[in-house]
């Protein structure tokens, strides 16, 4: 589904993608972890279109992101929930999800459907500003699903989420993944990478690990610190 090469990017003079190749495959849910300022996030974003590469590809779903006539076709592949809120605050959960499905040229009853999809059916006339931490994550997710994407991609959506919500947040995302999604998150819960399939490490603007959880594990738990001593510091 995703497949990025020898990707490169900087911020003036200071280099924070130096050659980075990471693969997400059809069907799979891929975690992202590394330290703060580790280059995660503007690696989603490069990904998402939302920033450009300096140099390197990218392919998603086999078309290539620097070909113009492809641009729609990912365009509607990609469903991107990014780490800060932004939908408007000044209209309703519902409001806000009809709104992109006239961007999508959907019809407004998908807005029904994702709402229930993401616990927000209760909560569909309140003003997004007015909704709790939680719940606008869950409306943000919506958001990201409302044209049925094929690739996921996730930026810490969990981020200061109480535990309830969490657990929530990740039923939601396995049974999304069942459509025949493929999802690529942020996390900074290490716990939740038993969530995925396989994950990479971004360290020193590149990737320093891409594999399978089961080369972590001891005694079936996962070893985190093995991780974080390994390949984050």
């Known amino acids: 589904m995703l497949l990025v090469t020898d990707a490169h990017k900087s911020y003036g003079k200071n280099p924070v993608l130096e050659g980075v190749d990471i693969e997400v495959k059809d069907g799979e849910i891929k975690g992202l972890i590394g330290v703060n300022g580790a280059g995660k996030s503007t690696l989603i974003e490069c990904v998402c279109g939302v920033k450009k590469f300096d140099s390197g590809e990218i392919r998603i779903g ?27 605050n000044d209209l309703t959960a519902e409001e806000n999800l009809k709104y992109l499905c006239a961007v999508y ?7 029904d459907d994702v709402m229930e999809i993401c616990r927000l059916t209760g909560h569909r006339k309140m003003l997004a500003g007015n909704l709790s931490g939680g719940y606008r994550q ?45 999802v690529l998150v ?5 716990e939740e ?12 603007g590149r990737i320093a690990f891409n594999g399978s959880l089961a080369e972590f594990k001891q005694d079936g738990l996962l070893n985190i610190e093995q991780i974080l001593n390994k390949y984050t510091f």
């Open 186 to 190: 942020i996390t900074h819960y290490f």
């Open 62 to 88: 086999g078309y290539d992101t620097s070909d113009r006539k492809a641009r729609k076709i990912i365009k509607n592949t990609i469903g991107y929930m990014p780490q800060s809120f932004r939908l408007f």
């Open 193 to 204: 990478l038993v969530e995925c399939d396989t994950f990479a490490c971004l360290a020193n």
């Open 138 to 182: 869950l409306l943000s997710m919506a958001g990201a699903i409302v044209h049925t994407p094929k690739f996921l991609v996730l930026d810490e959506p969990t981020a200061g989420m109480d535990p309830i919500f969490r657990r929530q947040f990740w039923d939601i995302i396995r049974e999304y993944r069942k459509t025949s999604a493929t």
């Open 105 to 111: 040229r959907l019809p407004k009853s998908k807005a």
